[in-house]
Nanobody, 115 residues
Framework: QVHLVESGGGLVQPGESLRLSCTVSGTTLDYATMGWYRRAPGKQGELVAT???????FYEDSVKGRFVIFKDAVENKYYLQMNSLKPEDTADYYC?????????WGQGTRVTVSS
């Protein structure tokens, strides 16, 4: 069974950084698309970033230049480095992994950006 666990959320001030981690068990990150999705209170969710086989990346427009998604294949983990955080980045963040036979999501970690 595939299991994803996020960590690294918290309360930060505008302009600060956080690194979210997604620990994956039950499958490897080989040939997988991994990503981060967020849902802010009262708003629709949105895909924030993805990393696919071949190191192809996608970033939602509002996070381009501030967020970076990367993986550690040895540890079977991947990350979302979030810099220059803004109040509008406040949301629950979910990691996800998709590959043949796998469509798994974590339970989420809350990020709050507030002064």
């Amino acid at each position: 069974q595939v299991h994803l666990v996020e960590s690294g959320g918290g309360l930060v001030q505008p302009g600060e950084s956080l690194r979210l981690s997604c620990t994956v068990s039950g499958t490897t990150l080989d040939y997988a698309t991994m990503g981060w999705y967020r849902r802010a209170p009262g708003k629709q969710g949105e895909l924030v970033a993805t990393l696919s086989t071949g190191s192809d990346t996608f970033y939602e427009d509002s996070v381009k230049g501030r967020f970076v998604i990367f993986k550690d294949a040895v540890e079977n983990k991947y990350y979302l480095q979030m810099n220059s955080l803004k109040p509008e980045d406040t949301a629950d963040y979910y990691c996800l992994v998709q590959k043949t036979g796998v469509d798994a999501w974590g339970q989420g970690t809350r990020v709050t950006v507030s002064s």
